[in-house]
């Protein structure tokens, strides 16, 4: 009898397959390269070890149960498994009917917001990421304040995780590949009624952040494009596919049949509705709307404009603000 013990060789369609990792390893190597750009030595090793990278992820890809995070997935990942992008219209004229229904508190605070954002594009360099982190926390502290006033708690959860172990499912009910989705979303903003258990389950030491989507009266979430440079809308873009996988495994994890969620750098917003339709997820994806130095500079509407559509994607009161196509 052989002392030898046999592993039972897995089969890669067996288990989930986790493909991040070989994508992580190719972003690092590409900011090697660019690191390393004129050393010769270098140049042909670490093509070679990119070139052995990516056979190795188009062979993971082929698995059955592939896994990726919510930084890592593509645009691809996402068409693959059937998930299919439409567009959000929004009607102007009835967002500046919702600003001016805006309450003297709601109005003060959106003034004192103003105020300090642009006391932030005086005071840092806005053009890298960390100003846009202050002013996208900035929005959300004014945010919670606003629904204070009208006796409504706020609750913000930065780094909460939605899936654990594997991950959540999603599958192309065409050709029936499947995906499996895990990881943190940026911040999720839960508003629940104003009481102390609540407030406890929520937010005191050793709560509970599963009960967050159970005990909520409106959710959104809130995906952070970490952008290092501000001129380019593409940088933004890219941000999506990461964006709407966190929508999903929300929608799938908490048995909803349709998430609102936002991509943000302070300065752009893109506003998204996700739903499941017949079998079918649809994200619905708005133009990008702008909240620059120079806009603000002359007046605070594009911010009264941003601050009430993140209320509005909170907790919804307007069904005619926008068509679906």
Not at 3 to 18: A, F, G, I, P
Not at 85 to 112: E, S
Not at 176 to 204: C, F, N, T
Not at 269 to 286: A, D, P, R
Request: with cysteine.
């Amino acid at each position: 009898m052989s002392e030898h013990t046999h592993k039972r060789k897995c089969s890669l369609q067996d288990s989930t397959v986790d493909i991040s990792k070989m994508r992580m390893v190719l972003n690092r190597l590409e900011a090697l390269k660019v690191e390393l750009e004129g050393v010769e030595e270098t140049e042909e090793e670490l093509h070679s070890i990119s070139e052995h990278v990516l056979a190795l992820e188009n062979i993971l890809k082929g698995a059955k149960k592939p896994r990726v995070t919510f930084s890592t997935i593509t645009s691809d990942d996402l068409k693959k498994a059937g998930v299919m992008r439409k567009r959000l219209m929004f009607d102007d004229a009835k967002i500046t009917g919702l600003t001016n229904g805006l309450t003297t508190d709601a109005k003060a605070d959106i003034a004192d917001l103003h105020s300090r954002i642009k006391n932030i594009y005086a005071r840092v360099n806005m053009d890298y990421e960390p100003g846009s982190r202050m002013i996208l926390d900035a929005i959300l502290l004014a945010l919670a304040d606003i629904f204070s006033t009208q006796q409504r708690g706020i609750a913000i959860l930065p780094g909460t995780r939605i899936a654990q172990g594997d991950g959540v499912q999603i599958s192309n009910p065409v050709s029936g590949y499947e995906l499996w989705l895990s990881g943190h979303v940026d911040y999720a903003v839960i508003e629940y009624e104003d009481v102390r258990d609540y407030k406890d389950r929520l937010l005191a030491p050793g709560g509970s952040r599963e009960d967050a989507f159970e005990i909520s009266t409106g959710r959104l979430f809130l995906v952070e494009a970490k952008c290092q440079s501000l001129s380019d809308i593409h940088i933004l873009v890219s941000h999506i596919p990461e964006a709407v996988s966190q929508a999903i495994a929300l929608l799938r994890s908490a048995n909803l049949s349709e998430v609102r969620f936002c991509l943000s750098d302070g300065h752009t917003w893109i506003f998204f509705v996700l739903k499941s339709e017949n079998g079918m997820l649809i994200y619905y994806e708005s133009a990008a709307r702008r909240l620059s130095r120079d806009l603000l500079e002359i007046s605070d509407v594009p911010l009264r404009d941003i601050v009430q559509l993140v209320c509005e994607w909170l907790r919804p009161t307007a069904t005619d603000l926008f068509v679906l196509e």
